[in-house]
T-cell receptor, first 115, second 107 residues
Framework: GAGVSQSPSNKVTEKGKDVELRCDPISGHTALYWYRQSLGQGLEFLIYFQGNSAPDKSGLPSDRFSAERTGGSVSTLTIQRTQQEDSAVYLC?????????????FGPGTRLTVL | QKEVEQNSGPLSVPEGAIASLNCTYSDRGSQSFFWYRQYSGKSPELIMFIYSNGDKEDGRFTAQLNKASQYVSLLIRDSQPSDSATYLCAFAYKLIFGSGTRLLVRP
């Protein structure tokens, strides 16, 4: 079916506001990942969901960041009380295989700008 | 020490030449290694993955892995201007990415 989709494609918000970013993985993919990429930088792992297992949250930079995945499909990344340093492109990826070998397919990303 | 080290470049090669991109990593337990290509303003796309020592070839691309030296490389033969992009290496399941090497292929 269709690839990974993310919404919104762009989000401009004011410092201190909360934002929600959405990811629709490829149908049937059990693994879902969130990354962020700051301007001119590499990708930074945020969180990983695999099936019904507890998510790996080891990459979340602070407790202002949280994510959930409902029904093993759609995921929402929430950033509370946004700060200017949160400005980045947030990328979601999904994979059909757990563990190290599964190829991850990336969505187009959400560009977040915090004023 | 960063977990993944890449030369940021840009690496400039003439059209038709071999481009060699290198990456070192710090986690000796890493089992799987990936090369992603990212065009400006676009999302990364997987080019190659490798998990055994040695070479793996796919078309114009060859990935090389040396676990003893903690070194992985990507060779692009017959480089084309369309290969101009940033190449990211990564390892493990929660992909730990290098910062990428920008490749410029001159026509």
């Amino acid at each position: 079916g269709a690839g990974v989709s993310q919404s919104p494609s762009n989000k401009v918000t004011e410092k201190g506001k909360d934002v929600e970013l959405r990811c629709d993985p490829i149908s049937g993919h059990t693994a879902l990942y969130w990354y962020r990429q700051s301007l001119g930088q590499g990708l930074e792992f945020l969180i990983y969901f695999q099936g019904n297992s507890a998510p790996d949250k080891s990459g979340l930079p602070s407790d202002r960041f949280s994510a959930e995945r409902t029904g093993g499909s759609v995921s929402t990344l929430t950033i509370q009380r946004t700060q200017q340093e949160d400005s980045a492109v947030y990328l979601c990826a999904s994979s059909s295989l757990a563990g190290a070998i599964g190829e991850q397919f990336f969505g187009p990303g959400t560009r977040l700008t915090v004023l | 020490q960063k977990e993944v080290e890449q030369n940021s470049g840009p690496l400039s090669v003439p059209e038709g030449a071999i481009a060699s991109l290198n990456c070192t990593y710090s986690d000796r337990g890493s089992q799987s290694f990936f090369w992603y290509r990212q065009y400006s303003g676009k999302s990364p796309e997987l080019i190659m993955f490798i998990y055994s020592n040695g070479d793996k070839e796919d078309g114009r691309f060859t990935a090389q892995l040396n676990k003893a030296s903690q070194y992985v490389s990507l060779l692009i033969r017959d480089s084309q201007p369309s290969d101009s992009a940033t190449y990211l290496c990564a390892f493990a399941y929660k992909l730990i990415f290098g910062s990428g090497t920008r490749l410029l292929v001159r026509p």
